[in-house]
T-cell receptor
């Protein structure tokens, strides 16, 4: 299985600011994904991070709010822009190893 | 995309075998069935994946009937540390990421 790390593990941010979350994998993977898990809820896919091209966003998520970078096959970032308290959530990246999807530890974001 | 239905919660005692059943009536031909475990404040952890019949690994077994419209995750001899939320998902094994997480089953293991 792939080893996935995320930075920061948690943060408390002010309304209107932006936070960039990093996801690092210990091996090259084709598919990387970003999810959100709001308090007490299940996971919701935000987008697929494509290496060398724009991310593919799910319904309800847009690039202006959640810009994503994927500069290589082991790294991706998700930015939560112009944050509001409704963005308070756990953000997780995941990778498809070919034998299932493996998740990072998540980034717990609190927006005041 | 196939929707899944699981019990919201289950209770068990240490040492018992726990079976969690998931319904996925609209599963597509190329969909795999995958189960994840999630502890509070952690990302989901892959448990097991299967396509049909029975799959077993060091953690669990997955039973899938011939019609594939349901699946059962079997956890042998659970311990307190197995208390977690268990998610059943179906999706295209060749392009993961279109997985839809339902509410999962909250398993509580008691001493």
């Amino acid at each position: 299985s792939a080893v996935i790390s995320q930075k920061p593990s948690r943060d408390i941010c002010q309304r209107g600011t932006s936070l960039t979350i990093q996801c690092q994998v210990d091996s090259q993977v084709t598919m990387m994904f970003w999810y959100r898990q709001q308090p007490g809820q299940s996971l919701t896919l935000i987008a697929t991070a494509n290496q060398g091209s724009e991310a593919t966003y799910e319904s309800g998520f847009v690039i202006d709010k959640f810009p994503i970078s994927r500069p290589n096959l082991t790294f991706s970032t998700l930015t939560v822009s112009n944050m509001s308290p409704e963005d308070s959530s756990i953000y997780l990246c995941s990778v498809d190893s070919g034998q299932g999807e493996f998740f990072g530890p998540g980034t717990r974001l609190t927006v005041l | 995309l196939a929707k899944t239905t699981q019990p919201i919660s289950m209770d068990s005692y240490e040492g018992q075998e726990v079976n969690i059943t998931c319904s996925h009536n609209n599963i597509a031909t190329n969909d795999y069935i995958t189960w994840y475990q999630q502890f509070p404040s952690q990302g989901p952890r892959f448990i097991i994946q299967g396509y049909k019949t029975k799959v077993t690994n060091e953690v669990a077994s997955l039973f899938i009937p011939a019609d594939r419209k349901s699946s059962t995750l079997s956890l042998p001899r659970v311990s307190l540390s197995d208390t977690a939320v268990y998610y059943c998902l179906v999706g295209d094994g060749g392009s993961q990421g279109n997985l839809i997480f339902g509410k999962g089953t909250k398993l509580s293991v008691k001493p």
